[in-house]
C-alpha cells in the first residue's frame, strides 16, 4: 500500500518562500506521474502541477494560477517530489497534498498547512 | 477557467440510493473520459472512489458507481451508510491550459 507524507509546511509572510516535501514510500515511486493539489481553507480542491515519471526530461504542467511562481521538481533516488512556492500571496493559504498518478489520484499524503500572513 | 458544477449538498437516508451530478462543458466532462470522484472526510485526504468515468479502485465498496451522459458525470451512491457522510468532488481532464478541473464539492448527509 502505497503512503505519502508531505512536509515544509508553515507560516510565511506575502511575498515570502516555502519549499514543500513529500516522501513515498511503499510503491514503484519512480513509475508514477506526482501532482501538487491544495485546498483552500473551506473550500474545493484545486490542482496545481504534475511531473511526469521520466527522470531524463520530465514532463511539467502548472495551473495558471501559480505558474511561474512555483516550482515542481522530483528525485527518483530518494523517492520524494518538491514544490518550491515563491512570491506567495495570502490567497495561498491553503492545505497542500501531493498525490500520485496521471490525472486520477492515488494516493494521497495527508497534507501540509501553508499560511501566508503579515 | 470555472471549476465543474456540483449541488453543494444532497442527503438521503440509510439504505437509500442518491445521485450526486457534476457539470462541465464539451472541452472537459462532454470530451473525454477522464472523470474521476473523491470522498474527503473531514480533516482527511480526499480517496479516490471511481476513475475513467466508471471505473473502481481495488477495495472501494461496488455500491459505488458512476456514469456519464454529455457533458454531464454522475456519482451514485446505494445502500446508503452512515460511513458514506462525507464531501466528494468530482474532477476531469479539460483541454483547456488548466489540464484538470475539479468540482466545487457536494456534502452528503445521511439523515
Known amino acids: 500500500q502505497g503512503q505519502l507524507v508531505e512536509s515544509g509546511g508553515g507560516l510565511v509572510k506575502p511575498g515570502g518562500s516555502l519549499r514543500l516535501s513529500c516522501a513515498a514510500s511503499g510503491f514503484s515511486f519512480s513509475d508514477y506521474y506526482m501532482n501538487w493539489i491544495r485546498q483552500a481553507p473551506g473550500k474545493g480542491l484545486e490542482w496545481l502541477s504534475y511531473?511526469?515519471?521520466?527522470?531524463?526530461?520530465?514532463?511539467?504542467k502548472y495551473a495558471d494560477s501559480v505558474r511561474g511562481r512555483f516550482t515542481i521538481s522530483r528525485d527518483n533516488a530518494k523517492n520524494s517530489v518538491s514544490l518550491q512556492l515563491s512570491s506567495l500571496r495570502t490567497e495561498d493559504t491553503a492545505v497542500y497534498f501531493c498525490a500520485s498518478g496521471y490525472l486520477w489520484f492515488d494516493p494521497w499524503g495527508q497534507g501540509t498547512q501553508v499560511i501566508v500572513s503579515s | 477557467q470555472s471549476a465543474l458544477t456540483q449541488p453543494a449538498s444532497v442527503s438521503g437516508s440509510p439504505g437509500q440510493s442518491i445521485t450526486i451530478s457534476c457539470t462541465g462543458t464539451?472541452?472537459?466532462?462532454?470530451?473525454?473520459?477522464?472523470v474521476s470522484w473523491y470522498q474527503q472526510h473531514p480533516g482527511k485526504a480526499p480517496r479516490v472512489m471511481i476513475y475513467?468515468?466508471?471505473n473502481r479502485p481495488s477495495g472501494v465498496s461496488n455500491r459505488f458507481s458512476g456514469s456519464k451522459s454529455g457533458n454531464t458525470a454522475s456519482l451514485t451512491i446505494s445502500g446508503l451508510q452512515a460511513e458514506d457522510e462525507a464531501d466528494y468532488y468530482c474532477?476531469?481532464?479539460?483541454?483547456?491550459?488548466?489540464?484538470?478541473?475539479f468540482g466545487g464539492g457536494t456534502r452528503l448527509t445521511v439523515l
Open positions: 464539451n472541452s472537459d466532462i462532454g470530451g473525454y473520459n477522464s
Open positions: 474532477s476531469s481532464y479539460t483541454s483547456s491550459t488548466a489540464l484538470l478541473l
Open positions: 511531473i511526469s515519471s521520466n527522470s531524463n526530461s520530465p514532463e511539467i
Open positions: 475513467d468515468v466508471t
